[in-house]
Every structure is written in structure tokens, then in C-alpha cells.
């Protein structure tokens, strides 16, 4: 099973619990506020936008809440300026990993980032080592047991969806990143509820790990994804069914 999309699909889950879910609220915020700041707050001009807000509407983030994320974004109220930072490197077993942080203290999340990589096995890369293993790809994940196959397939394709995947209980629909947002209208126009939508970086080849080895990997990744400045980890782990139903 591949790494991130399955990977995200637990961790939207354990958001479940308040804790997690103050957390990842607050990294969607942060990615609406950037969004906003880069393209301007209208969200129907900006598509960065658009995005980010859907995925905090996704976890049921409060509209009042995103709505004040944009004027941050747009100096219509104060807030802190962030900048985009990606980090590469190894886990155990050589799975590769890239990690989007957004920041507004380089150094400190640079240190949070080593800090995690070091204690949980891996090594931290120079740029460019292994982000060529990745690439961007819309996502929009639906439960098998939701709709048949035939029928997903005649919706997606109208929509300029690129590929039907089974992945475990689940259905992976494929797209460019822009077709997202159609592909998405289309799956719920049809009445086909969606479990996760997301433009994210998909790996074009995977590393089988297992046992220890994979637990240890999974382990990292949940340590850096758990660091606040941290906005999505990507791997290329290919991982037993079982572990990750152990895990999720």
C-alpha cells in the first residue's frame, strides 16, 4: 500500500480526538492565510485559496475562523508572516521523505526537523535529493462499499479525472492537480460521498518495509508531521495492509 495518501487518510481520523484536531486546524489556517497573502483574499480568483479553504472546511474548521485567516493573509488584520520551507531526506529501510513546513522562524523549524529525522532513524538530505521521486497529483479518496466501480468510473471520467485506483476499502481517483476541484464536484453532484480530497505529492516508485522496520518508519513520519510548523509529510513507504489497520 503506498505511503501518503493512505497515511493521510489515518491521520485525518485521529483528528478525531481534540487535541489533534486544534492542531491540524491550525496548520490549515495558516496554509489559508499564506494562500491568501500570495493571491489575494477573494477565493474565487485564487485557486491556492479555494483549495485551503475547502480543506478546512473538509474537518469542519469554522467559517469565522478561516474568514479571519484571510484578512491575516491580506494585512486587513495583524499576523505573522510565513515562509514556505521543504525538507528532504531517508528513514529507515531508505524510504525517501519530503516534508512542506511553513515558518516564520527558518531556524527554528530547520532545528525541530533535524532534531526529529536524527532521534527517529533517518538522515536529513541536501534539496533536490529526493524530491524527484515525487509527483503532483490531485487525490480524491471514496469507500468502496459507497459506490461500484462502473459508476465511479463513468463520473470521474466526464470530469477529466487521469486514473481509478482500488486501494484497500477505498476507491483513489486520480488528476491533474487543476481537475481537482471538477473531479470533486462531479463525485458529490452524484450523490457519492467523498472520505478526502487533496492535491499531494504521490511517489513514482515505492520501498517495501515491514515489521519493526515499518513501525519505525511510521513513527517518524507521525513525529514530523506533529511538529506545528510542519504542513504535510510525503513518503514513499510501501506498507502491509495490517500495519496500517494496526495503526489507524
Do not use: C
Not at 483549495?51 to 495583524?78: F, H, L, M, W, Y
Not at 509527483?135 to 481509478?164: C, M, N, P, S
Not at 504542513?231 to 502491509?240: G, H, K, T
Request: no cysteine; charged share 30%; hydrophobic share 40%.
Amino acid at each position: 500500500m503506498s505511503g501518503h495518501s493512505k497515511w493521510s487518510s489515518i491521520k485525518h481520523k485521529k483528528a478525531a480526538t481534540d487535541a489533534k484536531r486544534s492542531k491540524l486546524w491550525a496548520k490549515l489556517l495558516r496554509a489559508v492565510e499564506v494562500a491568501a497573502r500570495d493571491g489575494g483574499g477573494i477565493v474565487a480568483n485564487n485557486p491556492t485559496l479555494a483549495s485551503a479553504v475547502q480543506s478546512a472546511k473538509d474537518v469542519s474548521v469554522p467559517s469565522d475562523n478561516i474568514d479571519r485567516a484571510i484578512k491575516r493573509g491580506t494585512g486587513e488584520i495583524e499576523g505573522a508572516h510565513y515562509e514556505e520551507v521543504v525538507y528532504e531526506g531517508y528513514g529507515p529501510g531508505g524510504v525517501a521523505i519530503l516534508v512542506n513546513a511553513l515558518t516564520d522562524n527558518r531556524n527554528r523549524t530547520s532545528a525541530d526537523v533535524r532534531n526529529v529525522f536524527s532521534k527517529r532513524g533517518g538522515n536529513l538530505g541536501d534539496p533536490g535529493s529526493v524530491s524527484f521521486l515525487f509527483h503532483r497529483t490531485g487525490v480524491i479518496r471514496v469507500a468502496r462499499d459507497e459506490v461500484d466501480e462502473e459508476r465511479l468510473l463513468d463520473v470521474i471520467l466526464e470530469a477529466g479525472a487521469e486514473d481509478l485506483r482500488e486501494d484497500g476499502d477505498e476507491w483513489e481517483v486520480r488528476t491533474e492537480p487543476q481537475a481537482l476541484p471538477g473531479a470533486r464536484e462531479a463525485i458529490e453532484g452524484a450523490a457519492i460521498p467523498i472520505a478526502s480530497a487533496e492535491v499531494t505529492m504521490l511517489p513514482q516508485t515505492t520501498v517495501p518495509v515491514e515489521g519493526s522496520q515499518a513501525r519505525s518508519v511510521l513513527g517518524l513520519i507521525e513525529a514530523l508531521d506533529d511538529l506545528d510548523d510542519v504542513q504535510a509529510v510525503y513518503a514513499n513507504f510501501d506498507i502491509p495492509e495490517e500495519l496500517f489497520a494496526e495503526v489507524g
